[in-house]
């Protein structure tokens, strides 16, 4: 007999373990990630009435984080009302609108929906040659892997570690994590884009060194939601209507300096007097531009012409 309760208390205590890893895997740590991303990168809000507001990430705790808006004020939101934060695409290659596409699934990096068509979507994504997106997959009994996503299926998750292939079934999957690499600044972006593999800053994400970013896309304890993420609102105010130009710094006769860009003609811009400079990753003044500085300005055409208001120098 008293075996037999020490046997009881012996299966509880395990039962409880593998409760207590299945519970702390559980727990979200995506929020984290708007602590350590770039300021240097537009990011669009979705609220929780697909609502979408863009601007920059100023400041993040555990429970709200704050956007620098493109009209200079700013805009602060509870997490218990986002939905979604997704970073958006380097300015160069952007329309006037640097709203992210809240849709595209690499793009998250914080997501507060459950979703396995979400995953399908990275599936068949390559980055910086690798086939599939890195991943961790974390199961009902608190056991955790990590590797490429290979293939899925609607009952099934297939991925590609060092040791070999592991197919896991849905039913017995509890979180899968999106390992994104960290954002890169614009200006890290744009050298990505133009292949300057001299870039030493971009070195780490040819060798595969950044740092990851966990992105829960799905987890079996919250109702699975598989309707697609998209803006309802359309309004200037609520997006960065702003336009971007890259080149190199032709001339400097300051408010004014003109740029020289890539297969087009140089163009003369006005720096605004409250403009961000951003010069390898650190806020400057607007003094601190040189001639011949690699460069992306954004601003807007006004009736004296191209105002720039924030400037990313690499």
Known sequence: MVMRILFDLFLTACYSIVSFCASAAAADDSWQNLKHVTPERYYTVVDR???????????????????????????????ANVLR??????????????????GRVYDVIYNDKSSWPDLKGL??????GVAGQAVKVVKKDGQTYEGRLFQISDSQIEIDRTGGKLEIAKWDVAQVYHLRPKPLTDSE??????DFWIDPRLWPYYLHLVPR??????????????????CENDSNENTASLSCLAGHVQTIDLPNLTLRRRDKDPITMQVSKDAYVWKRGKQVGVDEIEIGDQSVACGSVTTSGFVAVRINIR
């Open 123 to 128: 599936a068949a994504q390559e980055k910086f």
């Open 189 to 194: 972006k744009y050298s990505a884009q133009e």
């Open 213 to 230: 970013l966990p992105v829960r896309l799905y987890d079996s304890s919250l109702p699975e939601d598989n309707a697609p993420v998209r």
């Open 49 to 79: 009435k697909s609502n979408c507001i863009t601007g920059h990430i100023i400041k993040a705790n555990d429970h709200e984080f704050t956007l620098k808006l493109p009209n200079r004020t700013s805009a602060t939101f509870d997490r």
């Open 85 to 102: 934060v997704s970073v958006s695409q380097a300015a160069p290659y952007l329309p006037p609108r640097v709203q992210a596409d809240v």
